[in-house]
């Protein structure tokens, strides 16, 4: 047996990889907390689990080579017994982790680098065969967005740093070659699109996608906390987003990753609005 098993398959970045695995013949299970609703295509085997309860994840450990981790927490907390589980069963892994992490600092700017900075740490001395795809802002996020623009026409929210804002599917993409190929092992690689955008700048982009004027409206953070908690975000959670806000710093990272792992460009944020655009109308 040399099953791949995808974790975060219900996810926007987990999913596009179920997708596509399937699409190359390849054997593959899709870990969810609820099979119920998971909608999943068929021909994934659908199995239930809960990350943050390691001995749930035996059954669908079992008879698995490879695992595409995505690790949906604000800590390590679990991890190492996580970790210790899979290597029970499969013998490589492929993570999915920030672009912001910094290599050499000893501390990262923000609880979510850190947090990446840790998982790697971790996997890195798991035993596990190791594979790290370090993504930037996902375009999926804008998603966050589609009732503000199908309502108001304007987006309010805290402003972060730009950066050059990478296409699920083109995560996926390289996924699936790294989960299903050799000689990626022990590499981290950084995944980017092709062009660095403002928040202001995306929310325009989504506007020419559905044909309408769209802006963006800066909130200073105080109020996106106040909103965010309002809508009952947990408090850990809006900490850590607008720790990302206020202390990411400018970058004009663009990488050639993407097409140098799948031959083809990396997608733009424009055609990802245009992929979306009935969301957003
Ligand atoms: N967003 C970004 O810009 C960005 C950038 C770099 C890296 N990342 C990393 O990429 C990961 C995936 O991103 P995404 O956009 O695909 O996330 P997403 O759409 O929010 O999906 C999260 C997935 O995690 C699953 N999950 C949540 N809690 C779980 C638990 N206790 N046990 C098992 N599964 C659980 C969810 O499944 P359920 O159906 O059970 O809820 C869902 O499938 C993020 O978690 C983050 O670590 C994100």
Known sequence: MNEILVTGATGNVGRQVVVELLATGTAV???????ETAGLPGGVKV??????????LEEALKGTSTVFLVWPFLTTKGAPAVLETIARHAHRI????SSGVDEDAERQTDPINQLHADMERLIE????EWTVLRATTIASNARGWVEQIRTTHVVRGPDMAATAVVHERDIADVAVRVLTGDGYVGTKFVLTGPQVLSRAQQVHTIGEAIGRLVSFEKVP?????????????PTALVEALLASVERRPASNLVTSTVEEI???PAR???AWAQEHAEEFR
């Open 47 to 56: 199995v239930g689990g809960d990350l943050s309860e390691p001995e749930t």
């Open 125 to 128: 001395k798991s035993g596990l």
């Open 262 to 264: 799948t031959g083809a």
């Open 221 to 233: 953070v105080q109020v996106a906390r106040e909103q965010m908690l309002a809508d009952g975000r």
């Open 29 to 35: 299970r899709a870990l969810v907390r609820d099979p």
């Open 268 to 270: 733009t944020f424009r």
């Open 94 to 97: 492929v993570y999915l982790s």
